[in-house]
Every structure is written in structure tokens, then in C-alpha cells.
């Protein structure tokens, strides 16, 4: 029933952008912190980017900062991830993720590879 479908990614050239997407279902999304996590080849799993529950408070890695942005949409149960400046070492399967009262939940990932 708790659900999180990530969509968005794709091949992209260094300096191009690209805009990725959560759809939640199955829980109460505006109770729930939302975040962006990202997983490369030989590479443990990362922290991108988290919002609040009421996108009050948002947080970057610092490899991330300044090209990244984070934004939810409450009323569509959707969370974003606007990507910018994208370079050859943002390329990683990027997970969606819901720390909410009854625990966390994980998207099934999408791929972005940014490449020439």
C-alpha cells in the first residue's frame, strides 16, 4: 500500500538539467519528511537532498548545493528534484524516500547518467 514511484530520469549532457519526481501514495505524505538519496557504481548510497513536512526546511549535500533544488507539493503527494549543472559524477540510481510515524519507505530508484 505504501508506495513511492520515482520518475524523471535519463541521459542528460555535463551542464544539462533534469527534473526529477516522486509520486507517494499509501500514507499521510504532509506528515512526512522527504528526501532524495543517490547510489553510484562502487559507491555507498548518499544523502542529496530533504525537505520537511511543510518544505519549511530544506538540506543539500554539499556536492549538491547551489545546483539542486528540492520541492513538495502537498496537495499532488509529489516531491521534486530540480537538477542543474548536472556533471559526470552526479551519474547514480537516485532513490526517493519518506521518514513519516510508521517508519521509512523506499523508491524502486531511477537512473541518471550525465555524459557526453
Known amino acids: 500500500q505504501v508506495q513511492l514511484v520515482e520518475s524523471g530520469g535519463g541521459l542528460v549532457q555535463p551542464g544539462g538539467s533534469l527534473r526529477l519526481s516522486c509520486a507517494a501514495s499509501?500514507?499521510?505524505?504532509?506528515?512526512?519528511?522527504m528526501s532524495w538519496h543517490r547510489q553510484a557504481p562502487g559507491k555507498e548510497r548518499e544523502l542529496v537532498a530533504a525537505?520537511?513536512?511543510?518544505?519549511?526546511?530544506?538540506n543539500y549535500a554539499d556536492s549538491v548545493k547551489g545546483r539542486f533544488t528540492i520541492s513538495r507539493d502537498n496537495a499532488k503527494n509529489t516531491v521534486h528534484l530540480q537538477m542543474n549543472s548536472l556533471k559526470p559524477e552526479d551519474t547514480a540510481v537516485y532513490y526517493c524516500?519518506?521518514?513519516?510515524?510508521?517508519?521509512?519507505?523506499w523508491g524502486q530508484g531511477t537512473q541518471v547518467t550525465v555524459s557526453s
Open positions: 525537505i520537511t513536512s511543510t518544505g519549511g526546511y530544506t
Open positions: 524516500n519518506a521518514l513519516g510515524p510508521r517508519g521509512t519507505t
Open positions: 499509501g500514507f499521510i505524505f504532509s506528515s512526512s519528511t
